[in-house]
């Protein structure tokens, strides 16, 4: 079993729409989850992350994590063209020297 | 402040032969690792290093090389690339840990035929 699943999309929404962007984890014991967004042809940089249940906001942008069920998501509120990318969900291992990614969903914003 | 710089960009290379992928950062991070990315798969870790001169295996190690001489450079190597090796590379660097904040470069398209 994969320790991070990333449904890969495409996604694809118009402007202004709210965007929805989930994973499911399988080990309970990790403690903090990260949401890194990639441009087409550019490396990811980190977007967001955040160390526990419950909401975190940061602009039009929203991280989620319910560890009960497992699962974190990352929200777009307003989304932009500019938003368009790929988001990929990123949860450091219980072996502590590597992040373990999502697959990544890509994400267009249509004008 | 360049951050992390890959080279070259862009590679083809026939099944057999060898190449080094250049990595640099000028951020004075301890932590190195390269990483390769496959439609469907996600970032996959091949290699990765605590500091100058300590490195380990990934997920994903066979075919490659590393070595850490110095903190600024962690060069990868494909010893007889393979089509299976076809993929984008990008390495990253992190100041607090393995698992903090990585900063990656823009990568490095490799075609293998």
């Known amino acids: 079993q994969k320790e991070v699943e990333q449904d890969p999309g495409p996604l694809s929404v118009p402007e202004g729409a709210i965007v929805s962007l989930n994973c499911t984890y399988s080990?309970?014991?990790?403690?903090?989850f990260m949401w890194y967004r990639q441009y087409s042809r550019k490396g990811p940089e980190l977007l967001m992350y955040?160390?526990?249940?419950g909401n975190k906001e940061d602009g039009r942008f929203t991280a989620q994590v319910d560890k009960s069920s497992k699962y974190i998501s990352l929200f777009i509120r307003d989304s932009q063209p500019s938003d368009s990318a790929t988001y990929l969900c990123?949860?450091?291992?219980?072996?502590?020297?590597?992040?373990?990614f999502g697959a990544g969903t890509t994400v267009t914003v249509r004008a | 402040n360049a951050g992390v710089t890959q080279t070259p960009k862009f590679q083809v290379l026939k099944t057999g032969q060898s190449m080094t992928l250049q990595c640099a950062q000028d951020?004075?991070?301890?932590?190195m690792s390269w990483y390769r990315q496959d439609p469907g798969m996600g970032l996959r870790l091949i290699h990765y290093?605590?500091?100058?001169?300590?490195?380990d295996q990934g997920e994903v190690p066979n075919g490659y090389n590393v070595s850490r001489s110095t903190t600024e450079d962690f060069p990868l190597r494909l010893l007889s690339a393979a089509p299976s090796q076809t993929s984008v590379y990008f390495c990253?660097?992190?100041?607090?840990?393995?698992?903090?904040?990585?900063?990656f470069g823009e990568g490095s398209r490799l075609t293998v035929l």
């Open positions: 990253a660097s992190s100041r607090d840990s393995p698992t903090g904040e990585l900063f």
């Open positions: 080990n309970s014991a990790f403690q903090y």
């Open positions: 955040t160390y526990s249940s």
């Open positions: 990123a949860i450091p291992t219980s072996n502590d020297y590597k992040l373990s």
């Open positions: 951020m004075n991070h301890e932590y």
């Open positions: 290093s605590v500091g100058a001169g300590i490195t």
